[in-house]
């Protein structure tokens, strides 16, 4: 239940702020590659894709921070300084 709930308020704060979905996939991940989604992805639905991340932590990119100013997938440290000042 706590994977459905994050994957829908991730989804509500993505929407809010047009983020692209394909940035919460972590593209550089073993389990991103084992399963091939670079090719997978572009001909899945929102909805597949969200089941998706909601299954494995291990394909959601890190660090993420979902705040009222933003969101903010992986670590560029002058978009974190700008987001959290």
């Given at each position: 239940m706590a994977a459905a709930h994050r994957c829908a308020t991730s989804r509500r704060s993505r929407r809010r702020r047009a983020l692209p979905l394909k940035r919460f996939f972590n593209t550089s991940g073993l389990k991103y590659k084992e399963l091939g989604l670079k090719d997978k992805l572009p001909a899945m639905t929102e909805e597949e894709q969200y089941a998706l991340l909601a299954t494995d932590g291990m394909l959601v990119k890190?660090?993420?921070i979902i705040t009222p100013k933003g969101?903010?997938?992986g670590f560029r440290e002058k978009e974190w300084a700008e987001l959290l000042s």
């Open positions: 890190r660090p993420l969101i903010l997938t």
